[in-house]
Every structure is written in structure tokens, then in C-alpha cells.
């Protein structure tokens, strides 16, 4: 559901509050466009001029012909509708409130947020397309830069802003938020999202060194003779432990540098085909080499550790008695 409109006038009220250097309204709204596809969110904010909000641009943006109104898609629009930039676009112009507007469609942004789309048109054009019209409505949120040479702090503006607020209870609606805290909890939302990934990782990494340690254990098993024997040809208990560890080390290399090439192969497959065709959106890969190197190489290591421990009954003293089996 669309959030409730704050005061039409009140961006203008709290700009003219000292300790404010500017405020900017904006509006999300909900847009149906196509009665067999989900509604896509219009998004209502200064985009002109120098104070305008810049977009993650992915193409654009282009100059509007005269006449005609400038709006800025996502790329989940762009591809559910076929859209491009330097088109104009009847269907939504259509859905605007003015029915004899030109709608041009003059870039394409990034959003990762709205799985459906996104449309940003400029605060100023929609409100002069729906001027006069019974759409017209304030913002539903305000972004207010603070004043750095003022000495109030947050608290301090916060209660002005709230006294511009008439009505009971009017002013407990407000809700502030600095754009470091949304950050925050998006990050942290993301982080939630994804933390299974990591126990999972760590599962599978517990699942390889038992491999490996039943694995070098079952060898040690097996090749009891042959390491007795190089036991009698003068390798210490040392240099048998050295090639059971340079084999387990080995064999970790082989898997480790496996592991990578196959995980990264996957990478490729989510970021540029299963994010296009079921999010319908793209994004750069970024491979965290040092983390990777560092994964690896701990892996590495502790594969070697095991197969060590497990090598260790192999140069015991049972291990050169087994081969009187064969005397």
C-alpha cells in the first residue's frame, strides 16, 4: 500500500527552517501499466537541475524533444516492457494523469530494490502534468541536507521539523532516518539474507577434511607394508609423515583449485544468466581475490594437517611389523 501523504507545502516549510540547507520531496507510488503484470512503482523526486538526484545510469540520459516528458526506467521495466531509451512510450502515457501528454523514455537505471520495475520522473513534471487533476498529492517522503555551519544537532532539527506538524498526533507520524542508518540496515538485511551461505561453506569445508582424514586413513590402512618397508630402508619416522602430508597436500591443491574453478563457473552462470532472466536485472562480478586466496589456502592447510594426523599411525611401529606378514 502507498504510504500517506505528508503536507504538500511542507519540503518548502522545512527548507526555510535554520539549520536546513535544502529539502527535496519525493513520492512512491504504485503504477499499473498492464492487467497481466504486477503494478511497478513510480518514483517522484527533483531530478533537473543541479540539485537534482542522480541515478545509477546504465544507458543515458538523453536529451526529451520539446514537448514531451522525460522519465527514467529500471531495467526490470525495460525489459518486461521493451522499452529503450530515445522512445516514447503511449502506455504510460496513458496512465498518467494528463491524457494528452508525451512520455519519453530518456534512460535506463539500475535498482535492485523493486523486482517489477521502477519508473523516476521528475517531481516538478508530474506535478504540472497533474495539475488540475484529482491525482495531485504531497510527498511521502522528504530528503533534507543539513546546514554544516549550524550548530544544532539532530535532535534539535528533528524538533523543529516536528513543530511544523499540525494535528494530534501529526508530528509522532514523522519518522527520521539518516541515509548512513538506511544503509545500515539494508547491508544488515543483506547479511541476514545471505548468512546461510557462509554456514554452509563451512559445512562443506567440514565435510572435505573428514573425506580426506578417512580417506588418508583407509591408505594408511592399505599401504601399511609399503610404508613399513620404506620404514627398513632407512626414511624415518619423519620422512614417511613428510609423504603423507605431501600427498594430502596435494590432493587438497587438486580439489581447492577445482572447487574454485567450478564455484566461479556458478558465479558466472547467476550473475549473467540467472539474474537477467529471472530478476531482470544485471550487475558486475567481483571476485574478493584475496579472500578466495586466502580460503584456498586455508583449506590447503588443513587438509594437509589431516591427512598428517592420519599418516601418523603409518610410521608406527605396526606398520614395520606388517611386513613379517609377508616373511
Given at each position: 500500500a502507498d504510504a500517506a501523504p505528508l503536507p504538500a507545502d511542507l519540503a518548502a516549510r522545512i527548507a526555510a527552517l535554520p539549520g536546513v540547507q535544502r529539502a527535496q520531496p519525493m513520492r512512491g507510488t504504485s503504477l499499473w501499466l498492464s492487467p497481466d503484470r504486477p503494478a511497478v512503482s513510480l518514483l517522484l523526486r527533483p531530478l533537473h537541475g543541479p540539485q537534482g538526484q542522480?541515478?545509477?545510469?546504465?544507458?543515458?540520459?538523453?536529451?526529451?524533444?520539446?514537448?514531451?516528458?522525460?522519465?527514467?526506467?529500471?531495467?526490470?521495466?525495460?525489459?518486461?516492457?521493451?522499452?529503450?531509451?530515445g522512445q516514447e512510450w503511449p502506455l504510460l502515457a496513458q496512465a498518467l494523469p494528463s491524457e494528452d501528454s508525451r512520455v519519453f523514455v530518456a534512460g535506463i537505471w539500475r535498482d535492485y530494490v523493486r523486482q517489477f520495475g521502477a519508473i523516476a520522473m521528475d517531481w516538478d513534471d508530474y506535478q504540472q502534468l497533474a495539475k488540475g487533476s484529482a491525482t495531485t498529492a504531497g510527498p511521502t517522503e522528504?530528503?533534507?541536507?543539513?546546514?554544516?555551519?549550524?550548530?544544532?544537532?539532530?535532535?534539535?532539527?528533528?524538533?523543529?521539523?516536528?513543530?511544523?506538524?499540525?494535528?494530534?498526533?501529526?508530528?509522532?507520524?514523522?519518522?527520521?532516518?539518516?541515509?548512513?542508518?538506511?544503509?545500515?540496515?539494508?547491508?544488515?538485511?543483506?547479511?541476514?539474507?545471505?548468512?546461510?551461505?557462509?554456514?554452509?561453506?563451512?559445512?562443506?569445508?567440514?565435510?572435505?577434511?573428514?573425506?580426506?582424514?578417512?580417506?588418508?586413513?583407509?591408505?594408511?590402512?592399505?599401504?601399511?607394508?609399503?610404508?613399513?618397508?620404506?620404514a627398513h630402508l632407512g626414511l624415518t619416522r619423519r620422512d614417511i609423515l613428510a609423504v603423507v602430508a605431501g600427498e594430502g597436500m596435494a590432493w587438497t591443491t587438486a580439489g581447492a583449485i577445482a572447487g574454485s574453478l567450478l564455484?566461479?563457473?556458478?558465479?558466472?552462470?547467476?550473475?549473467?544468466?540467472?539474474?537477467?532472466?529471472?530478476?531482470?536485472?544485471?550487475?558486475?562480478?567481483?571476485?574478493?581475490?584475496?579472500?578466495?586466496?586466502?580460503?584456498?589456502?586455508s583449506v590447503i592447510a588443513a587438509g594437509t594437517l589431516t591427512a598428517w594426523l592420519a599418516g601418523r599411525a603409518a610410521a608406527g611401529r605396526e606398520a614395520v611389523l606388517a611386513v613379517k606378514e609377508d616373511w
Open positions: 542522480q541515478l545509477p545510469w546504465i544507458q543515458g540520459p538523453v536529451q526529451a524533444p520539446a514537448g514531451s516528458t522525460p522519465v527514467y526506467v529500471s531495467e526490470a521495466v525495460a525489459q518486461l516492457y521493451g522499452v529503450r531509451p522528504i530528503a533534507i541536507w543539513p546546514d554544516g555551519d549550524d550548530t544544532a544537532t539532530a535532535q534539535q532539527l528533528q524538533a523543529r521539523i516536528q513543530s511544523l506538524m499540525t494535528g494530534p498526533g501529526a508530528a509522532r507520524a514523522l519518522e527520521f532516518a539518516s541515509s548512513g542508518a538506511l544503509r545500515e540496515r539494508s547491508m544488515r538485511i543483506f547479511d541476514r539474507s545471505f548468512a546461510v551461505t557462509y554456514w554452509l561453506q563451512a559445512v562443506a569445508i567440514g565435510i572435505g577434511l573428514f573425506g580426506i582424514a578417512a580417506s588418508f586413513s583407509a591408505q594408511v590402512l592399505a599401504r601399511r607394508k609399503e610404508f613399513g618397508l620404506l564455484g566461479l563457473g556458478v558465479a558466472v552462470i547467476l550473475v549473467h544468466v540467472v539474474n537477467p532472466q529471472s530478476f531482470h536485472w544485471t550487475m558486475e562480478l567481483s571476485l574478493p581475490w584475496p579472500r578466495l586466496l586466502a580460503l584456498a589456502a
